[in-house]
């Protein structure tokens, strides 16, 4: 079982950028794909997840209006839209993978998780 996170990078404060997360060795319909973050000195955060259908989602507040969760269960990859950056955003961000049928932002939900991605939002 393998996630890869990838698409971080450098963007600007109000700028955007595009997660991708691309699994193997499960059939990603049957798990919810969550996404975390992790800045320097900061405890790891549930920014948002989807579940396996598609059909529910979470977002924490500090990212609703602005992250849109997504994937393609056939093309066995979910994605985080970053949009309306800001420099609080800046932090690793991992995918993870739960069997679970309710989004959550929990990381203890989370069986299988990928090396993280850094974003990094300038001001």
């Known amino acids: 079982v393998q996630l890869q996170a990838s698409g971080g990078g450098l963007a600007q404060a109000g700028g955007s950028l595009r997660l991708s997360c691309v699994v193997s060795g499960f059939t990603l319909d049957r798990y919810a794909i969550g996404w975390f973050r992790q800045a320097p000195g900061k405890e790891r955060e549930g920014v948002s997840c989807?579940?396996?259908?598609?059909?529910?989602?979470y977002y924490a507040d500090s990212v609703k209006g602005r992250f849109i969760v997504s994937r393609d269960n056939v093309g066995n990859t979910a994605y985080l839209q970053m949009n309306g950056l800001k420099p609080e955003d800046t932090a690793d961000y991992y995918c993870a993978a739960s069997r679970g049928t309710i989004p959550t932002g929990t990381a203890s939900e989370y069986m299988y998780w990928g090396q993280g991605t850094l974003v990094t939002v300038s001001s």
């Open positions: 989807i579940t396996g259908s598609g059909a529910s989602t």
